[in-house]
């Protein structure tokens, strides 16, 4: 294994599991298994790139920095040579963490300093300008992100934000320095470590400026940032005859269907509502599961008596919904319940025969990897920019873990067509 990643939720290691697989147009990825967790056993030998997943974003700062430490020590016994840690490409932190605790804990271990901090993914609409990160042509904190039930984002300026999770002092290397190209930026991190700046926010407003990182981070023991700061790393090793440049491989999975969304984003709660034209969907009364009388054979049934029509059911509400629902009953209680049901009927309907799974939202797509325990999860074919299929090794389940904010207006009937091959 040459590049090992650790991602703070499941959805966004399918991202950059998707990254890595793909790389730069016309060089080529890497050979690419997303990992549920830390794994008990040794890789695959022909993986070229390993991404665990953890479910690690939004619990203690202590407990995220110990399950990324314990995956970074089964990456390295893998023989990873660099390290990517990976975050929301809207950087979704408290003012204590968990970005700044994780991203130090990792640094010290490997003994580096001078690392890249760099979420942005343009294809996405997600840059960086002078520090400051910016959702298509809005501030983060004017996105939508400020409202975030878990990790509202008030403040746009990432090194601002960062300096309030960390001990040392953050860097910043400029538009300017990147648009010198890869030497320069080489120069300014080492400079910026020289200095005591463990951590170094980098701008990027292009694919470009991404190229340009992943360039001047070549021989970098640890980078993070979002799926868009790996676009470029896999070419590095395939220009050193290090690695030859994966095809991708899916030959389709057929078989029953099921989407289930937790995610409360304005993107997802628009697929929903272009979904529910189309196709039998059951929205999920939160007062309902909190007191019983909503269990996961109620969705099992509605799922299953709706096989072959694509039935979605969903607990995605507006802000002013969701924050009536915490308040009333506990954000963890709220979340701890949801998760369960998704979970279990996941579970169930895989049981039951379901070969094909669209899980929304990241919280609901942990919940749901973990239930199933499907071992590691090969990189298929991409739906939309950053949801690629994942397929299980037998190449009997399919899913797409869809991050909350991403996918086209159709994505979720979109994504069963592309799991059979259409």
Request: glycine letters at 12%; hydrophobic letters at 45%; one cysteine or more.
């Amino acid at each position: 294994m040459l590049i090992g990643v650790i991602a703070d939720d499941f959805t966004g290691a399918s991202d950059i599991a998707n990254t890595l697989t793909k790389g730069l147009p016309g060089e080529g990825g890497l050979l690419t298994a997303q990992y549920m967790g830390v794994p008990q056993h040794d890789s695959d030998a022909d993986i070229e790139a390993g991404v665990v997943a953890l479910k690690s974003r939004s619990i203690s700062a202590g407990d995220a920095v110990a399950q990324s430490l314990a995956a970074l020590e089964w990456l390295l016994a893998q023989g990873c040579r660099q390290i990517v840690f990976k975050y929301c490409s809207t950087f979704d932190s408290t003012p204590d963490g968990n970005i700044g605790p994780v991203a130090e804990a990792l640094a010290e271990r490997l003994g580096v300093k001078g690392v890249v901090v760099c979420p942005a993914f343009p294809g996405a609409g997600r840059t960086i300008y002078r520090g400051h990160l910016f959702v298509h042509d809005r501030l983060l904190s004017e996105s939508g992100m400020e409202k975030h039930p878990l990790t509202p984002m008030t403040d746009p300026d990432i090194r601002r934000w960062l300096s309030r999770q960390t001990k040392a002092a953050v860097g910043l290397v400029t538009m300017e320095t990147v648009g010198e190209g890869p030497e320069a930026l080489r120069t300014a991190l080492m400079q910026a470590g020289k200095s005591g700046e463990t951590l170094v926010v980098t701008d990027a407003i292009s694919n470009a400026d991404l190229a340009t990182i992943g360039a001047a981070c070549a021989d970098a023991p640890l980078i993070t940032g979002g799926s868009g700061v790996a676009m470029a790393l896999p070419a590095n090793f395939i220009r050193r005859g290090e690695a030859r440049g994966a095809e991708n491989r899916f030959a389709g999975i057929e078989g029953a269907e099921a989407i289930l969304a937790g995610s409360c984003s304005g993107a997802t709660r628009r697929q929903i509502d272009v979904h529910a034209q189309t196709h039998p969907t059951l929205a999920i009364d939160v007062d309902a599961v909190m007191s019983g009388q909503f269990d996961h054979n109620r969705l099992l049934s509605f799922l299953e008596n709706n096989r072959g029509r694509s039935p979605l059911a969903y607990s995605s509400g507006d802000p002013a919904t969701v924050t009536a629902a915490q308040e009333k009953y506990g954000r963890e209680v709220v979340a701890d319940r949801l998760d369960a049901l998704f979970g279990e009927t996941a579970r169930a309907l895989v049981a039951g025969g379901v070969r094909r799974l669209v899980i929304a939202g990241g919280e609901t797509s942990g919940a749901v990897v973990q239930a199933l325990d499907l071992g590691a999860l090969r990189v298929g074919p991409e739906i939309d920019p950053g949801v690629p299929i994942l397929a299980n090794a037998e190449g009997t389940i399919a899913l797409a873990l869809k991050s909350g904010n991403f996918g086209s207006e159709d994505f979720l009937a979109k994504a069963l067509d592309a799991m059979v091959g259409r």
